[in-house]
């Protein structure tokens, strides 16, 4: 079955390191996405990681997937207050024959200044 | 360049009336996706076309809504005899057919009373 989970709610300071967490089901998913979603706006792609990799850094973010675990984290280093918003991974099941994203339902990061 | 544009923003609807949302996908985008975000539910694939193919309607949550995309771009998301759980926010998002990166619009807020 298709189902995401994350954690709903995460405090950091400013400068320190924030990670988000996610377990998905489907290990058919070939593609692991993280969304960010500022109030009131739509969804941002931030990253997004290919099942055969176990990494990805791109700038402050650093992406790390686990598949044994069905595991997903997002570290975002030198956390800002502009960072302040709501995560969102999604898994993209690899067995159909669309793209479509099955989203979790958002950890929402809030940064202390 | 232009991203993914949806209007109305906000609609208020009278239950038992008929609505439209339009999407304008990213430019020479072939892949354009439906999702429905509300605060029970979550992030909800609802509908997705891709080309000439038939769309791929699994997640319409029932025969009220429909959806067209005529000539390839422009979509149009229609519910009928709008209930007061069809609140939310409805979000398109549009992809290069061969990629896995989805852009999303800002959302139309329905609100039905």
């Known amino acids: 079955g298709e189902d995401v989970e994350q954690s709903l709610f995460l405090s950091v300071r400013e400068g320190d390191s924030s990670v988000i967490n996610c377990t998905y089901t489907?290990?058919?998913?070939?593609?692991l996405y993280w969304y960010k979603q500022e109030p009131g706006a739509g969804l941002q792609l931030l990253t997004y990681?290919?099942?055969?990799?176990d990494m990805k850094q791109d700038q402050r973010l650093t992406v790390l997937l686990n598949k044994k675990d069905k595991h997903l984290s997002l570290r975002i280093a030198d956390t800002q207050t502009g960072d302040s918003a709501i995560y969102f991974c999604?898994?993209?099941?690899?067995?159909?024959?669309?793209?479509?994203?099955?989203f979790g339902t958002g950890t929402l990061l809030a940064v202390q200044p | 360049g232009a991203g993914v544009s949806q209007s109305p923003s906000n609609k208020v609807t009278e239950k038992g009336k008929d609505v439209e949302l339009r999407c304008d996908p990213i430019?020479?985008?072939?892949?354009l996706y439906w999702y429905r975000q509300s605060l029970g539910q979550g992030l909800e694939f609802l509908i997705y076309?891709?080309?000439?193919?038939?769309?791929?309607k699994s997640g319409l949550p029932s025969d009220r809504f429909s959806a067209e995309r005529t000539g390839g771009s422009v979509s149009t998301l229609t519910i009928q005899r709008t209930q007061q759980e069809d609140s939310a926010v409805y979000l398109c998002?549009?992809?290069?057919?061969?990629?896995?990166?989805?852009?999303f619009g800002p959302g139309t807020r329905l609100t039905v009373t």
């Open positions: 998002a549009s992809s290069l057919g061969t990629t896995r990166e989805q852009y």
């Open positions: 076309f891709q080309g000439n193919s038939a769309p791929d």
């Open positions: 489907d290990s058919s998913s070939t593609y």
């Open positions: 990681i290919f099942s055969n990799m």
């Open positions: 430019s020479g985008h072939t892949a």
């Open positions: 999604a898994e993209s099941p690899g067995g159909g024959a669309t793209n479509k994203l099955i």
